[in-house]
């Protein structure tokens, strides 16, 4: 059964080029019961609870992946246009596919990183499946997330190395809540792999994606904006119909990965 949702509110929100200034907003705590079984709770029940509260969704196909991007990643200025995520540029939402100049399907935790392909579950969870320049997706492939490298061509301020990705200073704080999100949505369960977040690079196709000391920092840096908020209320209640707790609760983070 769909959980009810709490009502999220963004303050002072303006919009820098394509993306949105951080607002320290919270939901509205007399809002509904969607995380009732996690409140008061930390560590690993609250893991746990958080796990079963966002395990009550919908699942996509990889084909329904394409719409369900066109929808949670619209350009607020161009509707018939989506952010891609590393670059922040605005393309044409119809201009998705494999070539040059294109848009495609990013998996943040990378598809590698447990070995889930883009079955049904984890391959297919809108909560971490961004568009992305194809040339970008590429250069950025399976590398964990670190500080440092040289410049990303086509997209300005990420930076790489041989075993780790540093995105642009506006969705440091996205990438994290993403990868956070994973780790807690897959435990295992349901014939999923356990996904978890470690602090080293280069973890290959063991099911880790790391590093966590610099994705606590960039969370905490980088708090949940209006687009932020927008795309997570549309996967809830056009998509999935499940919520990324740590959007709504950026202080579960440090509950969990203390």
Known sequence: MRRSVPAIFAVGAAVVSVAFVASAAQ?????TDYYADAEGLTGDELKNALHEIVSDSTTLTYDEVWSALRDTDEDPADPESVILLYSGRSLDEDANGGGSGEW??????????????????PGTDVHHLRPTDVAVNAERGNKDF??????????????????????RDEIKGDVARMIFYMAVRYEGDDGY?????????????????????????????????????????????EWQHNRNPFIDHPEWVGEIWN
């Open 27 to 31: 939901p509205d705590d007399e809002a």
């Open 104 to 121: 495609n399907r990013e998996h943040v935790w990378p598809k590698s990183h447990g070995d889930f392909g883009t079955a049904p579950g």
């Open 146 to 167: 670190d500080v440092g490298g040289s410049a990303v061509d086509g997209a300005p301020g990420n930076r790489t190395d041989d075993d780790s990705w540093e995105p």
């Open 193 to 237: 792999p356990d996904l978890e977040v470690n602090d080293q690079v280069d973890n290959g196709s063991t099911p880790f994606t790391g590093r966590l000391s610099v994705l606590r920092d960039w969370h905490a840096q980088d708090p949940p904006d209006e687009f932020e908020r927008r795309r997570n209320q549309v996967i809830f209640d």
